[in-house]
């Protein structure tokens, strides 16, 4: 018999979207082939324990983590294992490790900084690498990324958590200057829509970017587009990647936000979306060139608006590590597209081998080829 495969699922974390990544894990963990898999939970706390032990994801789930116990993925080459600590005692192995999926959504997760563990221990890993998260993660870095590729995004501007506190007139009759009301002022480095806010005048605009700065140091205040629509599609592969079927949320809020994601369950989601063949072929080309201008690999899903008032698309946004809840787009695009989704997740953990295995057969010592 084949041995299976040791798969850690790490998922929580410090972010304000640990709360999805919990969802999200739960539909992984019910969708990975124990035929093939042996699954290792690991959760990491709102305060960035990790911790691991019997059944670790229903006692996140249930708010009940007292008996887990502490462990840790060491950042060096060859320890591809879990360890159990506590202090005062040695470390001690618990699981060996062949591949690690990260179902972390926002800080500490999806930015880079989990990969960037995970490639100092030289772990097989599902999505993105370290440079690819960072900047996917970064709204006002992934839009210049995007202008410097000529692909198109509404206009925006960079606000400093700090500038606000020094001067918020200033800031505000800046603001102003990038486009007319409404704006929308998000937080750089979060997703799930937490934090962001439709601002229609100069009171919204205040508490909007009060509210953004509460996540994250960087605040994005874009255009807003008052008659867009939502589309999305999902990219999957390394260095040939390929583009679904394109989807489109129709929010059940004035925007999709994370009431109307996760709390409300008002918003539709369109799949194929109900646009012209010709649309869906350019945010198809558009989400596999930007895929590839961030170096993406494993998965990506890609947010588009498409203002109906022109029929112009505008890229929006890259997520690395999509949700994979029973209502995510990035698995229903593909199931719809062909590929259901525990093949879906088969493919990415073969990605996620593909893409150690370049790491592999690089030279980490310099050689003389004179």
């Not at 970064?138 to 960079?158: G, P, S, Y």
Request: hydrophobic share 40%; net charge negative.
């Amino acid at each position: 018999m084949t041995e299976k495969l040791k798969v850690g699922l790490i998922f929580g974390g410090r972010s304000g979207e640990h709360e999805i990544s919990l969802l999200s894990a739960r539909s992984v963990m019910d969708a990975l082939d124990r035929s093939k898999y042996e699954v290792y939970e690991i959760g990491i706390t709102h305060q960035g324990h990790w911790l691991s032990g019997p059944e670790v994801l229903k006692a996140f789930e249930q708010g009940q983590v007292e008996h887990l116990e502490a462990v840790t993925i060491l950042a060096e080459p060859g320890m591809g294992k879990s360890y159990r600590w506590s202090e005062g005692r040695a470390l001690e192995m618990i699981h060996e490790l062949d591949v690690v999926f990260p179902v972390l959504h926002g800080t500490y997760g999806e930015d880079g900084t989990m990969q960037g563990l995970l490639e100092l221990a030289d772990i097989a890993y599902v999505g993105a690498g370290v440079l690819a998260s960072a900047v996917a993660m970064d709204k006002c870095l992934f839009k210049q990324v995007m202008r410097a590729n000529d692909i198109r995004t509404v206009d925006w501007m960079l606000v400093l958590s700090t500038e606000l506190q020094d001067d918020m007139d200033e800031v505000i009759s800046k603001a102003e200057e990038v486009a007319t009301y409404p704006l929308f002022t998000k937080p750089a480095n979060l997703g799930s829509s937490v934090g962001i806010s439709k601002c229609r005048n100069r009171s919204d605009l205040m508490e909007g970017m009060m509210e953004a700065s509460r996540y994250d140091r960087r605040i994005l205040v874009e255009q807003g587009l008052e008659t867009a629509r939502e589309i999305e599609v999902s990219v999957l592969g390394n260095e040939d990647p390929q583009a679904s079927i394109a989807g489109e949320v129709v929010p059940g809020d004035e925007f999709y936000s994370y009431r109307a994601k996760y709390i409300d369950d008002t918003s539709e989601l369109h799949i194929p979306a109900l646009i012209d063949k010709e649309v869906e072929r350019e945010a198809q080309w558009m989400a596999v060139e930007a895929f590839m201008a961030i170096d993406g690999a494993g998965m990506g899903r890609v947010d588009f608006l498409l203002d109906q008032e022109t029929d112009v698309l505008y890229m929006n946004e890259i997520n690395t590590i999509p949700g994979f809840t029973k209502i995510s787009m990035y698995p229903k695009l593909w199931e719809a597209s062909g590929l259901p989704y525990p093949a879906l997740l088969d493919r990415l953990i073969e990605l996620a081998f593909m893409r150690q295995g370049q790491k592999e057969n690089l030279v980490r010592m310099y050689e003389d080829a004179s």
